[in-house]
């Protein structure tokens, strides 16, 4: 943090072993961990690998807001303002796509 501009950042602290705890010292851990998240300016994240609670919606988090950071810092170093020339979204699939899925095992 001290090296980087803390804006550019994405900071999470993550709680594991979620299904280990008893449920009223769960509660407190987690208030612990909300007071320690605010404080260091991070995203509270509890999860369970063994059942996989939390784990799939934290990576997508994580993904997402790569991403939306990724799309707006090449839209600044661009000086554009439409998202269009950077990312296309599209419900039609062409024949790259169609290779793609029938090469694919299911």
Known sequence: MRDND??????????TKKDLSHPDQLAQMEQEAVRLAEEIRAEY???SALSGEGVRDFFLRVASLTFEATVLSELERNN?????DIVKISN?????CKKRQSSCCH
């Open 6 to 15: 803390p804006s550019s950042v994405l900071l999470f602290l993550v709680g």
């Open 80 to 84: 554009s303002r439409q998202a269009s």
């Open 45 to 47: 994240w509890a999860v």
């Open 92 to 96: 039609n699939c062409d024949e790259k």
